[in-house]
C-alpha cells in the first residue's frame, strides 16, 4: 500500500515522492484532518505545529525528553493555544530518554496540579 505525502513548504513546488500532494490552507488541513486514513504527523516544523494547536486541530502530542539537537526553533517558543492533555504512554530508554504520548483532554482547568 503506497502512503499518500501531504507536504507544506514555503520552498518546494514539487515532489519526486509519488503520491504527493501540496497543501497551502489552514482550510485544505481541516479537510485532511476529517477524511478518511492516517493521522496526521509534522516531523520537525515549529511553525505547522503551532498553526495545528492555535486551530485546536491537535489530538495527540508525541514528545522526546531530555533530546536536543542544534540551535533550531523551539516548539513553543512565541506561546501557544491553551489545551489539556493527558499522558496515555511513556518509555524511558536505558539511556534515559523519556517518550511520552499526550492525547488532547479539552479546556485546561487551572488552580491545583495533581501529584
Known amino acids: 500500500m503506497m502512503v499518500q505525502n501531504n507536504v507544506m513548504s514555503k ?3 514539487k515532489s519526486n515522492w509519488k503520491k504527493t500532494i501540496f497543501i497551502e490552507t489552514l482550510e485544505e488541513i481541516k479537510k485532511l484532518k476529517n477524511s478518511e ?12 505545529i503551532q498553526l495545528l494547536l492555535k486551530n485546536d486541530l491537535v489530538d495527540e502530542l508525541r514528545k522526546t525528553f531530555p533530546l536536543t539537537l542544534g540551535m533550531g526553533k523551539k516548539l513553543f517558543d512565541n506561546g501557544t493555544f491553551a489545551a489539556a492533555f493527558t499522558l496515555i504512554e511513556s518509555t524511558v530508554t536505558p ?9 488532547r483532554a479539552g479546556n485546561v482547568k487551572t488552580g491545583t496540579v495533581g501529584v
Open 11 to 13: 520552498t518546494l513546488k
Open 37 to 48: 486514513g492516517s493521522d496526521i504527523q509534522v516531523w520537525g516544523s515549529n511553525k505547522i
Open 95 to 103: 539511556n534515559g530518554v523519556i517518550i511520552a504520548n499526550y492525547k
